[in-house]
């Protein structure tokens, strides 16, 4: 049996640790979003219970059925690759966006959030490793889409979002890490409200934290292994 609320606080020491390595200051925060793909709504509701106040969804249908009785008030974030299709659904559900990766996915987003009047919250997703199997922008590529998304006003450029490769040695994620932060940091330094770095997963997180991560999405380590029956 899973204590999704002994789980937590193990986690939570653990950030707190990581960021004590990192010295940040009382008013650095690190986010934790905690996913809840493949998990129950009761898991949810416990996480939410025992103080969390983020929760992360990779899909769609799954994430609307379960915020149909999740009867909690909570931040949700959508962390996993959004198609066109599903953007309207997407900005009714979502008060962040994580993985926005093209120039027409930001538009298709853009225009589903002017439909219902809402300025919606973004990221857009980095694949620094240029590895194939996962969506993100090039960093070679990243300006001009930063650029487009700029001229759009019902979406909101907040951060960016990494996913490192799952390296057998987690200390390979470092330096993927480290860049990311320095793209962060010279992009915050000309932008207003630029305020999430979403980088780290159950596997890396305390290194993500320690080069410069402010934002965590953590599932196994909270919910245990995903049931995919």
């Known amino acids: ?24 200051a009382k008013d650095e925060p690190v986010t934790l979003v905690a996913v809840t793909k493949n998990h129950g709504v009761e898991m949810m509701q416990q996480a939410i219970d025992a103080g969390v106040l983020h929760i992360g969804e990779n899909r769609i249908q799954e994430a609307a059925e379960k915020f149909k009785s999740l009867n909690r008030e909570v931040t949700r974030h959508l962390i996993g690759h959004l198609q066109t299709n599903k953007a309207k659904q997407a900005v009714r559900l979502f008060d962040l966006i994580h993985s926005v990766d093209s120039e027409n996915l930001a538009s298709t987003i853009d225009k589903a959030a002017y439909s219902i009047g809402k300025i919606q919250d973004i990221l857009i997703q980095v694949n620094l490793a240029k590895e194939d199997s996962k969506s993100g922008v090039y960093e070679e590529n990243l300006q001009s889409l930063i650029e487009t998304v700029d001229t759009l006003k019902n979406i909101r450029l907040r951060g960016f979002m990494l996913i ?3 390296y057998s040695d987690v200390e390979n994620c470092r330096p993927l890490f480290r860049r990311m932060y320095e793209i962060f940091c010279a992009v915050k330094k000309t932008r207003q409200n630029f305020d999430f ?33």
Request: aromatic share 6%.
């Open 1 to 24: 049996m899973v204590s999704v609320v002994k789980n937590l606080q193990f986690v939570l020491n653990e950030i707190e640790l990581a960021r004590k390595s990192r010295q940040l």
């Open 164 to 166: 490192a490769p799952n």
């Open 197 to 229: 770095l979403s980088m780290g997963m159950t596997h890396d997180y305390k290194i993500a934290i320690e080069e410069g991560a402010n934002v965590v999405r953590i599932g196994t380590a909270i919910f245990g292994e995903r049931n995919y029956g």
